[in-house]
């Protein structure tokens, strides 16, 4: 069809995008096309050569306690190994998917709070290297990326934990978070912007209620256990 086509037509000048942020989009973009037309070699190509780059930044020379891939936190963080777990799987690679398994682990500690709450780096954290996450600010398009890879490495290895990692950032939005306040409305699907030192940004711009929507829907996927939980998926997802 001509999505595809204009996909096919998109893909070969895209693999000139060095920016691993942009290629991990590609390479999840990748796996879910390669979930309905297995046989297409020049996707299968792209998630080898960009999976295979990125994994190998593991191995770059940082310090032994940094399992990660570059030598400082940014945004979106957990769609890095998000998109290992995917694409190895896609392409039928069980080491690109232990190291964004073991990747994933590294980052969602650093995104927990002491009291065990979900906190995504903060904004105050980019570009300083090898320097733990700063709190502030926090952005929903963070929780959101925690809970779809979270749901990729549950799907992976049946580990329950994982799943409770997802509903661990999932119950950020409801008020589970460093200022104990909630950012999104289950009844309305509306959210904000995110959590500043100073309160709630009470923005709510299309990438924050798109992170809440489709949060929901990843959790709605995952099942949950407890009644609350149950009731704001129900009325997010209604």
């Not at 950020?172 to 699907?189: K, P, Q, T, Y």
């Not at 509306?190 to 709510?204: A, I, K, W, Y």
Request: charged content about 20%.
């Amino acid at each position: 069809g001509w999505a595809l086509a204009r996909y096919e037509r998109a893909l070969a000048p895209a693999l000139a995008i060095e920016s691993i942020h942009a290629r991990a989009f590609m390479m999840l973009g990748g796996a879910a096309l390669l979930g309905g037309l297995p046989g297409h070699l020049p996707t299968r190509a792209m998630i080898e050569k960009f999976c295979g780059e990125l994994a190998a930044l593991i191995g770059s020379d940082f310090r032994p306690d940094w399992t990660w891939f570059e030598t400082v936190l940014a945004y979106d963080n957990s769609r890095l190994p998000e998109a290992l777990i995917r694409g190895g799987r896609a392409i039928g690679r069980d080491d690109l998917v232990t190291v964004g398994l073991e990747s994933l682990a590294w980052i969602v500690d650093r995104q927990t709070a002491d009291r065990g709450v979900f906190r995504p780096v903060g904004h105050e954290s980019f570009g300083r290297p090898f320097a733990e996450p700063l709190p502030f600010d926090q952005q929903p398009v963070e929780a959101w990326a925690t809970i779809d890879a979270c749901a990729a490495a549950f799907a992976e290895t049946g580990d329950r934990a994982w799943r409770d990692r997802a509903l661990t950032a999932w119950r950020w939005f409801f008020g589970e978070n460093d200022l104990g306040v909630a950012l999104a409305d289950a009844a309305s699907g509306d959210c904000f912007d995110g959590l500043t030192p100073g309160g709630v940004n009470r923005n709510q711009g299309a990438e924050s209620v798109l992170a809440f929507q489709l949060s929901a829907v990843a959790i709605q996927a995952l099942g949950v256990r407890s009644e609350a939980a149950k009731q704001r998926l129900h009325l997010a997802v209604a």
